[in-house]
């Protein structure tokens, strides 16, 4: 079993819709969970981050996390073209340096 | 956030050589990662360096290959040895500011 896991998509969602990412993990004692945005030829942008079970929202964004079933999502509402890019779920390890793990990405492309 | 830079951004360079990459933050950090992002692939980290000690690699990744050093809090570098052509990858600077990880623009190393 992977660390962390996504599905790699492509994800298409037309515009102004909802797009749902989703991600599990493998490391029961995670505590920190992260989502990047990786635009092409681009470094990982931090976009959203959740440390408690529930909700947190920022903006267009709302990061939900269930620890109890080792799952972390990100849902984009009023999805726009420039959402489109590979999203990244990162999970903090809860061992040694809290090493950061990262999933495989999710491709979202959004179509106007 | 933390702004970190990378010199060079990108290079071509041929295999037996090596390639050191600098990696700057504009704040005193404890923590510095370097990781590896192959073509469609998602980030693989190298090794952890802090400042003062020697760095701690992650499984595959030996010293001889990449040489780490972290001679202050504010910067690090890599260096890439006997590079071959599997050697190509983006390769990413990143600190841990307030919890959560910030990247630098990457190097893009191309072997041939």
């Known amino acids: 079993q992977k660390e962390v896991e996504q599905n790699s998509g492509p994800l298409s969602v037309p515009e102004g819709a909802i797009a749902s990412l989703n991600c599990t993990y493998s490391d029961r004692g995670s505590q920190s969970f992260f989502w990047y945005r990786q635009y092409s030829g681009k470094s990982p942008e931090l976009i959203m981050f959740?440390?408690?079970?529930g909700d947190k929202e920022d903006g267009r964004f709302t990061a939900q996390l269930n620890k109890a079933s080792q799952y972390v999502s990100l849902l984009i509402r009023d999805s726009q073209p420039s959402d489109s890019a590979t999203y990244l779920c990162a999970v903090k390890m809860n061992t040694g340096f809290q090493k950061l793990v990262f999933g495989t990405g999710t491709r979202l492309l959004v179509s106007p | 956030s933390a702004v970190i830079s990378q010199k060079p951004s990108r290079d071509i360079c041929q295999r037996g050589t090596s390639l050191t990459i600098q990696c700057q933050v504009d704040s005193q950090v404890t923590m510095m990662f370097w990781y590896r992002q192959q073509p469609g692939q998602s980030l693989t980290l190298i090794a952890t360096?802090?400042?003062?000690?020697?760095?701690?690699?992650e499984s595959g990744f030996v010293i001889d290959k990449f040489p780490i050093s972290r001679p202050n809090l504010t910067f690090s570098t890599l260096t890439v040895s006997n590079m071959s052509p599997e050697d190509s990858s983006i390769y990413l600077c990143?600190?841990?500011?307030?919890?959560?990880?910030?990247f630098g623009p990457g190097t893009r190393l191309t072997v041939t």
């Open positions: 959740i440390y408690s079970n």
């Open positions: 990143s600190v841990d500011w307030q919890g959560a990880a910030y």
């Open positions: 360096a802090n400042q003062g000690s020697e760095a701690t690699y």
